[in-house]
Structures are given as structure tokens and as C-alpha cells.
């Protein structure tokens, strides 16, 4: 397992979804491997651990499409606005024993 410090949040399965659907149509670019980590919390939440890299260009990618308008202009403009608030805060936290490599189970789809 890699011991380095990633940051975490938990999410529901409608802010996964967000999440998925973005990678999936390219509009953000997609995790590598290590890139990303999630532990299933149950009831269908997960906790998502983000490379600290990773996870400011995901930012980065994500406040670019707002200040370009595309959040304002898409029918889920709230859910991308709290998908972008959730990644923002997350916190530093090391790698636990049962994570899961988001990018194995999101490969297949790209």
C-alpha cells in the first residue's frame, strides 16, 4: 500500500455520480492509477482519498468550467458547484489498509 498523505471526503452516490459522469464524458481529466482511492461507507457513500496533485487540478479543472459559464449552463449546475465545495474541503488523511484504486473500477468506462 502506498503510505503517503492523500486528502478525503465522503460522498453521497448522487455526488459520486456527478463525479463519475464527468470523468466519463471527459469533462474533467480522469484519475490515473493512484490518482484516487474510495472505501465504501454503506447506505452507498463513499470516502474518496485524493492525491494532493491530483486533486488541485481537478479544482483547477472544476473552477475553470464555472468561470466559463458551463455550470450556469447545465441543468446540474448546483450539484458541479457542490461537487467542486466537497473536493475543496477535504482533509489530509493517510491511506487506510481497505482502499479500492478509483481508477481500476473507472477504466473500463472511459
Given at each position: 500500500m502506498i503510505m503517503s498523505m492523500y486528502k478525503s471526503v465522503r460522498m453521497?452516490?448522487?455526488?459520486?455520480?456527478?463525479?463519475f459522469i464527468g470523468f466519463q464524458r471527459r469533462l474533467f481529466t480522469p484519475p490515473a492509477e493512484t490518482d484516487m482511492y474510495s472505501?465504501?461507507?454503506?447506505?452507498?457513500?463513499?470516502t474518496i482519498y485524493f492525491k494532493e496533485e491530483f486533486r488541485q487540478n481537478f479544482i483547477n479543472e472544476l473552477?475553470?468550467?464555472?468561470?466559463?459559464?458551463?455550470?450556469?449552463?447545465?441543468n446540474a449546475g448546483d450539484r458541479w458547484l457542490k461537487l467542486l465545495s466537497l473536493?475543496?474541503?477535504?482533509?489530509?488523511?493517510e491511506l487506510p489498509d481497505n482502499c479500492n484504486d478509483y481508477y481500476l473500477g473507472l477504466q473500463r468506462f472511459l
Open positions: 453521497n452516490p448522487q455526488d459520486l455520480s456527478t463525479m472505501v465504501s461507507e454503506g447506505n452507498g457513500d463513499c473552477q475553470l468550467a464555472d468561470d466559463a459559464g458551463k455550470f450556469a449552463s447545465s473536493i475543496y474541503s477535504a482533509k489530509a488523511h
